[in-house]
């Protein structure tokens, strides 16, 4: 049981320090693929827990963001700059395990996504 815990972390910190690290801007294209992708990955880790998505944390707000439409993005981005508790407004956007700084990095490569 903690074998695949540990290979869950490890391949949501390498997937999601990967993309974060090499500042990638992902196309509309790689965005969908990187979704499906993940997904993909989730189905795999079914057979050993019910939400595998749980144990993905980085990956699953990394996608929720790459989600969001262009409107949101936009609004997001501007609640984040004018507000002092940007944790609090990733919260309201569904995201929990990032950093205001890593959201802040993927919001900006972002081009019109999904």
Do not use: Y
């Amino acid at each position: 049981l903690d074998v695949w815990r540990s290979v869950a972390e490890g391949l949501d910190h390498f997937t999601f320090r990967s993309i974060l690290s090499r500042g990638t801007q992902l196309s509309d294209e790689g965005a969908k693929k990187f979704m499906a992708d993940m997904q993909g990955l989730f189905l795999v880790f079914r057979d050993f827990c019910e939400r595998p998505e749980a144990f993905f944390p980085c990956v699953k707000d990394f996608v929720k963001l790459l989600k969001l439409g262009e409107l949101e993005v936009l609004d997001l981005k501007s609640r984040l700059l004018g507000n002092t508790k940007g944790s609090d407004c990733l919260l309201s956007f569904g995201v929990s395990n990032l950093s205001v700084d890593q959201a802040w990095m993927i919001l900006n490569d972002m081009r019109n996504f999904v």
